[in-house]
């Protein structure tokens, strides 16, 4: 169930049922992974909104990644 998101630069599996959505992200080199649950339905603004929030956790993760891997040169 893995496919390329974000044109190929990202590996994941999302979907939804009523009352959940979930996506997972990875870069193709495994160092970032995220995994976002959220218990509520997707219809409209409420996609766009989940779908900021994903950009937001993948963003942070990013940071997180960049400061480990600085850290570790240190």
Do not use: C
């Amino acid at each position: 169930f893995w496919r390329t998101k974000r044109n190929g630069a990202l590996l994941g599996h999302g979907g939804n049922d009523p009352g959940i959505a979930t996506e997972m992200l990875t870069d193709p080199d495994g160092r970032i992974g995220v995994i976002v649950f959220s218990n509520t339905s997707l219809h409209g603004e409420e996609q766009i909104a989940y779908a900021r929030i994903v950009d937001d956790v993948w963003q942070l993760a990013r940071v997180l990644a960049a400061n480990r891997d600085r850290e570790k040169d240190e």
